[in-house]
């Protein structure tokens, strides 16, 4: 781990967050339009860049091997996120003008929000942080990269007094890392997207942990 450098995301690594985020979501499978997979990951990236106000990257060998962003309430979000709302209304206007097929995506995305929001409420449960977006390349996965990602960001929770977290994630993602990392689910409901090959159905669930 000696070679790992972590520290704050910066503009520069945008362009590897795009790389490391379809790696895991594979958005090429939603729309066989290239331009339209660009647009998902931007509108995708700059989404959960807005919300976030903790963040962190993996750098090995200067290259972005694995990303997380996380939010602890009691700390203000940060102005500079707002930069990221025009990028998200830009793309996500390029989406619904493109076709009925990228309508039909972006009313999917819609979709899983309001399925996000039901396995919150379903939970019961008050939580003081959520751990928004987390990312390794596939390629660096078991090296510990992703666990020491995560440990970084339960300090800093400490350090904010937080006592409980909350995650989504979904049955396409490594969902088992949460299992064996002190998450424990707490919910699960199916979404469904149109996509151009036909309906695409698949499971999201909701974890958390104390601090």
């Not at 895991?24 to 660009?38: D, G, I």
């Not at 995708?44 to 962003?69: C, D, K, P, S």
């Not at 002190?182 to 159905?201: A, C, M, N």
Request: with cysteine.
């Amino acid at each position: 781990m000696n070679d790992i450098l972590f520290r704050e995301v910066n503009k520069h690594d945008y362009n590897d967050l795009k790389v490391l985020i379809n790696d895991a979501w594979h958005f090429e499978k939603y729309t066989n339009n290239p331009n339209s997979v660009k647009h998902i990951l931007n509108a995708n990236m700059h989404t959960a860049l807005l919300t976030q106000n903790y963040t962190q990257v993996a750098e090995l060998n200067g290259e972005v091997v694995g990303f997380l962003y996380g939010r602890v309430d009691g700390r203000s979000i940060p102005l500079k996120n707002l930069t990221h709302l025009p990028y998200i209304l830009f793309h996500g206007a390029c989406l619904l003008l493109k076709s009925r097929h990228e309508r039909n995506l972006v009313r999917g995305f819609f979709n899983l929000i309001k399925v996000y929001t039901k396995l919150l409420q379903n939970t019961k449960s008050e939580y003081d942080g959520e751990l928004v977006f987390f990312v390794v390349s596939s390629q660096c996965r078991g090296k510990g990269i992703g666990k020491q990602l995560l440990n970084n960001y339960l300090d800093y929770c400490r350090q904010n007094s937080v006592k409980n977290i909350y995650v989504y994630t979904d049955e396409n993602c490594n969902f088992g890392f949460y299992d064996f990392n002190g998450f424990t689910p707490k919910g699960r409901l199916p979404v469904s997207f149109d996509l151009h090959s036909g309906e695409f159905t698949f499971d999201v669930f909701i974890y958390d942990r104390e601090i």
